[in-house]
């Protein structure tokens, strides 16, 4: 499997904004029925795995964000692979360690173990980049998302490149 970049599983799954509901179950279920699914992947079953993985320890990881995902990959193709980034309408309480509410939801659907823990990985360490951190909070476009999600992951290649002994 080659590695696929955050920025293109963001470009495959979106941004969307003002998603509805008081609890992560309306949420995740507004949020899923925006996002384009393989055919044979219906709304109600990525729900499902989600509420299922959401049941067994809230996926929020503080500082306002929800990393919501199934447990196990439902995708058949590596390419259908997605990352969907959603601005909620209005805080939802979502069983936060640091009590805070979640406003900004990062649903992360995968096509193999490997691939979800790479990404899932990822995801939460571009989560904890104050440059990313702050386009959540304002709302930033699909664009300006992807391009700096794009920086910080050259960023992080750069640094993990061997260096060369002069």
């Known amino acids: 499997m080659n590695d696929i970049a955050l920025v293109d599983l963001i470009q495959k799954g979106g941004v969307l904004r003002d998603i509805p509901g ?36 809230a996926t929020s990881i503080g500082g306002g964000i929800a990393i919501p995902h199934p447990r196990n990959p439902l995708l058949s193709e590596e390419n259908e692979q997605f990352i969907a980034i959603a601005f909620l309408k209005q805080p939802v309480e979502w069983q936060a360690l640091d009590g805070l509410p979640v406003q900004n939801v990062i649903l992360l659907v995968s096509s193999s173990a490997r691939a979800h823990l790479h990404s899932l990985s990822r995801v939460h360490f571009l989560c904890q980049e104050e440059a990313f951190r702050s386009l959540l909070a304002k709302k930033a476009s699909k664009e300006e998302i992807i391009k700096v999600a794009g920086f910080i992951e050259k960023e992080w290649g750069e640094k993990a490149a061997p260096r060369r002994a002069s």
């Open 22 to 57: 008081s609890a992560p179950k309306e949420v995740l279920d507004c949020m899923i029925h925006h996002i384009h699914l393989p055919r044979y992947l219906t709304t109600d079953a990525l729900l499902q795995a989600v509420l299922e993985r959401e049941n067994l320890m």
